[in-house]
């Protein structure tokens, strides 16, 4: 029997030109570590709505959304330039990498405690001690994270199942934990993001070191992951502008109802987003171009798509019930938003497919001209959406944006393609 099925895939691999062997395997362990983390994240965010008063919420998500712009100092780019670099060989730009990550993060402990100290004395006091309590943790959360990419690179997907199963697992356990223990304390619950994000990244990074099979570096990997970053920094605003501006303009009630309308619409994403990881590495290798990519693809995508319109089907039927039901009443008014939102999943399957390619190809030209675009339009569209329309304002300027940006991507990357075969 599994021989049979082993012919039978080699045999379908073949007539569709894809690896579908590598595919199949890959994607088993994509998924598994993904169903984990999607339960277990599901099982924190309704901790936090049935347990925590909903200004505790707001606020908690107020400081996160500070912490993502601040990572920016942190070179996130980098984790991309490591994962191309080391699916081409180079595996000694990693630890490199890594340390000047941590370097740079640096720059983010007096940036917390500006604003920190800001809050603290003007706005809200313990938004602001939750902000310089958390600089002190800022380069050993987002420097050593660059283990899933070195994995990724190697395409020891079991290994990136595995330990960010297992971090996830730990992360849950100590958040719900510190919710069933005193849900009203911001602090606490700060302190055990921040604790178990550091410490699990940390040791989840030396134990991928014993997998470095070579010294051999590439010259292109930190220039390429300084350039990801700079054009980065405008779309990193952009991604955790909405909540920032919800907290400031509304109020961190609202920010909480927004949070949660995003809780199923996000992992549902990210699920859809990680249907390309098995082929990033392959995306990398030379001669591969997006034409190629298609056709090959293309009988992989239409079923896709249409699992995802039957799927958007079944949340519209039943996502009411779904929420009262893991929310409570509390955050009834994230139904209507939790629906717009389900718009943006429809388009982020070709969009992801689009973006995760000019990224590992190193398409400069299309990534500058897109993601820099999109970052700045998408900014001045959620910026006036929510002043007119509060949250609903920011419902739809998250599914405004992505539209924009799988437009202008296919545009450039069809533009580019063109250009090549004349």
Not at 31 to 50: D, E, M
Not at 164 to 189: E, R, Y
Not at 399 to 406: N, Q, T
């Amino acid at each position: 029997m599994l021989e049979w099925a082993k012919t039978k895939i080699n045999e379908y691999g073949k007539r569709y030109q894809i690896d579908l062997a590598y595919v199949i395997k890959n994607e088993f362990w994509v998924y598994l570590r993904l169903g984990i983390s999607l339960i277990l994240g599901l099982a924190v965010s309704v901790a936090f709505a049935r347990l925590a008063p909903i200004e505790v919420f707001g606020q908690y998500n107020f400081i996160l959304a500070v912490l993502g712009i601040v990572s920016i100092v942190s070179i996130p780019g980098l984790n991309t330039a490591v994962l191309r670099s080391v699916a081409r060989g180079y595996e000694g730009s990693y630890k490199q990498a890594v340390k000047t990550k941590f370097l740079w993060s640096l720059l983010g402990i007096p940036a917390l405690l500006g604003v920190g100290a800001y809050y603290y004395y003007y706005s809200t006091q313990i938004i602001g001690i939750g902000l310089m309590m958390s600089s002190i943790f800022l380069p050993f959360i987002h420097a050593p994270d660059t283990w899933n990419n070195f994995l990724v690179g190697k395409k020891r997907f079991d290994l990136t199942a595995i330990y960010g199963s297992i971090q996830a697992a730990i992360s849950a356990a100590a958040m719900i934990t510190v919710l069933f223990l005193n849900a009203t304390h911001l602090l606490l619950i700060i302190t055990a993001y921040l604790v178990t994000s550091s410490l699990l990244n940390c040791l989840c990074y030396r134990r991928s070191l014993k997998y470095i099979e070579n010294q051999s570096k590439d010259d292109e990997c930190q220039k390429y992951g300084y350039f990801l970053t700079g054009i980065g920094i405008a779309g990193t605003v952009a991604a955790h502008i909405d909540k920032i501006l919800i907290g400031i303009l509304l109020s961190s009630p609202e920010l909480a109802i927004y949070a949660i309308a995003l809780v199923i619409p996000t992992k549902i994403k990210d699920l859809l987003k990680l249907v390309w990881a098995p082929f990033t590495p392959k995306f990398s290798q030379d001669g591969i171009e997006i034409g190629h990519v298609s056709e090959r693809l293309k009988r992989f995508v239409l079923p896709l798509i249409l699992l995802a319109l039957v799927g958007s089907a079944l949340y519209l039927l039943f996502i009411d019930d779904i929420m009262l039901l893991l929310f409570s009443n509390k955050y009834i008014e994230s139904i209507i938003y939790s629906k717009i939102l389900l718009l943006m999943l429809l388009i982020g399957i070709p969009d992801a497919l689009l973006h995760t390619f000019i990224i590992v190809k190193k398409n400069t030209k299309v990534i500058m001209r897109v993601d820099l675009t999109c970052a700045f339009l998408g900014i001045a569209i959620m910026a006036s959406f929510i002043y007119l329309w509060g949250v609903m304002g920011a419902a739809w300027g998250l599914v405004l944006r992505r539209v924009l940006h799988i437009s202008l991507t296919w545009i450039g990357t069809s533009q580019e393609g063109g250009e090549k075969m004349r």
